[in-house]
């Protein structure tokens, strides 16, 4: 089974910094099946990215992702109020099972 | 719009059943695999269970296996997860959630439900 190991545990920023999340694999991701969810207080979490760097639709692009093998980042360019959040690494290429990061919290400052 | 509605959560005591049912709209459900996660406070996001579009294939994580029964019914837009022997461990809010990619199962989840909490204690 992957371990994907995320950092921070929680990230404070103000609105308008750029965040950067890392997500650290265990061991290789095979073709970067790497995907990223964000998830508020009360919600479910919600499809951000796939394959290390896609977008999903309708997800804005100060929303980017990168990395390959066992080192993935989610960046955000200039977080908006609406980001503050926890956020999940998730990996889908060794299966089953698709295992999740532990999140990642980004707070408001 | 897609949306998927949980439902069928409960307080249950431990090696009692139950089951849960997820109705999907907003898509053409029986062209997409399906699938549940679950969510707790102390372990975080974890897969449970797959089904693909037919419902010809089906994969469960070790821990729900011979216990947990995943199914759909493509005539109601439904999914099931048939929780047998529960035990305390298995107490978390239960997502059902849908697969990215058509005809096939990704394990890459582009819409989620709201959840349903399952609780299970004496």
């Known amino acids: 089974e992957i371990v994907l190991t995320q950092s921070p545990g929680t990230l404070s920023l103000s609105p308008g910094e750029r965040a950067t999340l890392s997500c650290r694999a265990s061991?290789?991701?095979?073709?970067?099946?790497l995907a990223w969810y964000q998830q508020k207080p009360g919600q479910a979490p919600r499809f951000l990215i796939y394959?290390?760097?896609s977008r999903a639709t309708g997800i804005p692009d100060r929303f980017s992702g990168s990395g390959s093998g066992t080192d993935f980042t989610l960046t955000i360019s200039r977080v908006e109020p609406e980001d503050f959040a926890v956020y999940y690494c998730q990996q889908y290429g060794a299966l089953p099972p698709i295992t999740f990061g532990q999140g990642t919290r980004l707070d408001i400052k | 719009q897609v949306q998927l509605v949980e439902s069928g959560g409960g307080v249950v005591q431990p090696g009692r059943s139950l089951r849960l049912s997820c109705v999907a709209s907003g898509f053409i459900f029986n062209t997409y695999g399906m699938h549940w996660v679950r969510q707790t406070p102390g372990k975080g996001l974890e897969w449970v269970a797959v089904?693909?579009?037919?419902?010809?294939?089906?994969y469960y994580v070790d821990s729900v296996k011979g216990r947990f029964t995943i199914s759909r019914d493509n005539s109601r837009n439904t999914l099931y997860l048939q929780m047998d022997s529960l035990r305390p461990e298995d107490t978390a809010l239960y997502y059902c959630?849908?697969?990215?990619?058509?005809?096939?199962?990704?394990?890459?989840?582009?819409?989620w439900g709201q959840g349903t909490l399952v609780t299970v204690s004496s």
């Open positions: 089904i693909s579009y037919d419902g010809a294939r089906k």
């Open positions: 061991q290789s991701i095979s073709s970067n099946y």
């Open positions: 394959g290390a760097s």
């Open positions: 959630a849908k697969d990215l990619i058509r005809a096939s199962s990704w394990f890459i989840f582009d819409y």
